[in-house]
């Protein structure tokens, strides 16, 4: 089976042209890739001649000795055999200097802030933040009392600020755990205690949380549902909430409906499509349950309606009337609570 790489050349610092300069330590680097056993890079210069055709084990590549002048690369992946795979496309040299990574707010980590904290699951999102972040950057966390590890699932550099790690840590022991970053030719730097893996087993349940679980969702205005969702996106250019999103990747999303709440969220969100059989869609979902009621969901229909968000045809309507219907049968959530 054909594996599907990419390799994308970082754009960090001079364009496309390299300048005498004193500072040493210039490489280029390219979006590592799980499946490549090492990669190849071409230079050429302005005349089209080939002056580096090199194979590396690593993804970054020392330019120190190039001379000032416009050069192109492209790069490619290396099959267990050596051979190269997918070329890039040609395009500008550019280059970037190593220097020490800086981590944002690393005093705090003995104190453990709230955001640094991360529970028991697969697939979740942490933001390094800092400076001097690059591809080349390797990353880990680790816990120093029982050398256990965090599996770090996917890496992206978005800026030579921001690294957004995919972790899963499903099967991680609860405690703290350091981050060790280190860019080429500099030694390593590790931030101690950086995030601590919450224990799912002991979370505290309170009487007062539990009774604001179990209104969750349902006693939420449209507009704060509607914040709710928003705030809550994080995954490339979709507007889902985080809490819908099982696996987030540039090209596709799986979406986890694992829970009525999540349901709900979920066919809520759809009634905002342009498309009418998208929206009926929702309708016939909420025709299947009774109580709770999504409060929001009245307010939404009829917000929409009364402004003509667009135009509703007689198909429609008679699903939102059957909808109508079964909320009407329903004790309102404040009822159910009560009981």
């Known amino acids: 089976m054909k594996q599907?790489?990419?390799?994308?050349?970082?754009?960090?610092?001079?364009?496309?042209?390299?300048?005498?300069?004193?500072?040493?330590?210039?490489?280029?680097?390219?979006?590592?890739?799980?499946?490549a056993s090492g990669y190849q890079i071409q230079v050429k210069?302005?005349?089209?001649?080939?002056?580096?055709?090199?194979?590396?084990?690593?993804?970054?590549?020392?330019?120190?000795?190039?001379?000032?002048?416009?050069?192109?690369?492209?790069?490619?992946?290396?099959?267990?055999?050596?051979?190269?795979?997918?070329?890039?496309?040609?395009?500008?040299?550019?280059?970037?200097?190593?220097?020490?990574?800086?981590?944002k707010d690393e005093s705090l980590a003995e104190n453990i802030p709230k955001k640094k904290s991360i529970e028991q699951k697969p697939d979740q999102k942490l933001e390094i933040e800092g400076d001097n972040f690059n591809d080349a950057t390797e990353t880990s966390i680790e816990s120093s009392q029982n050398k256990s590890k965090i599996k770090i699932v996917d890496k992206k550099i978005e800026s030579k600020n921001k690294i957004e790690l995919t972790v899963d840590t499903e099967n991680t022991l609860p405690g703290k755990y350091d981050l060790s970053l280190q860019n080429p030719f500099h030694?390593?730097?590790?931030?101690?205690?950086?995030?601590?893996?919450?224990?799912?087993?002991?979370?505290?349940?309170?009487?007062?949380?539990?009774?604001?679980?179990?209104?969750?969702?349902y006693a939420m205005s449209m507009k704060d549902l509607d914040e709710f969702i928003g705030t809550n996106s994080s995954c490339f250019n979709s507007e889902l909430s985080k809490d819908l999103i099982q696996v987030c990747r540039e090209d596709y999303v799986t979406i986890n409906l694992s829970t009525r709440e999540k349901k709900d969220i979920y066919y809520?969100?759809?009634?905002?499509?342009?498309?009418?059989?998208?929206?009926?869609?929702?309708?016939?979902?909420?025709?299947?349950?009774?109580?709770?009621?999504?409060?929001?969901?009245?307010?939404?229909?009829?917000?929409?309606?009364?402004?003509?968000?667009?135009?509703?045809?007689?198909?429609?309507?008679?699903?939102?009337n059957k909808m109508f219907e079964r909320f009407q049968s329903c004790p309102t959530t404040k009822e159910k609570l009560a009981k």
């Open 4 to 35: 599907k790489l990419f390799i994308t050349i970082v754009v960090l610092l001079f364009g496309n042209t390299i300048y005498s300069q004193n500072a040493k330590n210039k490489i280029v680097s390219w979006k590592e890739s799980q499946y």
């Open 45 to 103: 210069d302005s005349k089209d001649k080939l002056i580096i055709d090199k194979k590396t084990e690593t993804n970054f590549l020392s330019i120190d000795k190039i001379p000032e002048g416009k050069y192109k690369i492209r790069t490619s992946a290396l099959s267990p055999f050596g051979k190269s795979i997918v070329w890039t496309n040609w395009q500008d040299l550019k280059i970037e200097i190593s220097l020490p990574p800086i981590v």
């Open 187 to 217: 030694p390593k730097k590790t931030i101690k205690n950086y995030i601590e893996v919450e224990d799912k087993n002991q979370k505290p349940t309170t009487q007062s949380s539990s009774k604001q679980d179990s209104k969750g969702i």
């Open 268 to 320: 809520y969100f759809l009634i905002k499509e342009p498309n009418s059989m998208t929206r009926i869609q929702s309708y016939k979902h909420f025709q299947t349950y009774c109580s709770p009621v999504l409060n929001a969901m009245r307010e939404k229909v009829d917000y929409n309606t009364n402004k003509k968000q667009y135009t509703i045809d007689k198909k429609e309507k008679i699903e939102i």
